[in-house]
């Protein structure tokens, strides 16, 4: 079993930026792959950026440009910048973690960007 506690979410104006944390601990060998979702209120959760082992890395498209992510395999933790955000960045944010047929999620992180 895998946990994660995500950390980093705030409010901002537009045109801010914020650094999203998640931080996993518990069955963390051969996590495959580690990334972040959003869902805004009356939204389906969406992915943002996920980080697959070997280094490969998917962005959405409302993202790209504008947000990094970036893992530390020695801290188990990966990492969201998320820079010249938007007002419809606005969401809760959660991590996730893959590991084999298993998906682990965090409890979510608010970022509110106001305009």
């Known amino acids: 079993q895998v946990q994660l506690v995500e950390s980093g979410g705030g409010l901002v104006q537009a045109g801010g930026s914020l650094r999203l944390s998640c931080a996993a601990s518990?069955?963390?060998?051969?996590?495959?792959?580690m990334g972040w979702y959003r869902q805004a209120p009356g939204k389906q959760r969406e992915l943002v950026a996920v980080?697959?082992?070997?280094?490969?890395?998917t962005y959405a498209d409302s993202v790209k440009g504008r947000f990094t992510i970036s893992r530390d395999n020695a801290k188990n933790t990966v990492y969201l910048q998320m820079n010249s955000l938007k007002p419809e960045d606005t969401a809760v944010y959660y991590c996730n973690a893959v590991k084999g047929w298993t998906t682990s999620w965090g409890q979510g992180t608010q970022v509110t960007v106001s305009s």
């Open positions: 518990g069955s963390t060998f051969n996590i495959n792959a």
């Open positions: 980080v697959i082992n070997g280094g490969r890395i």
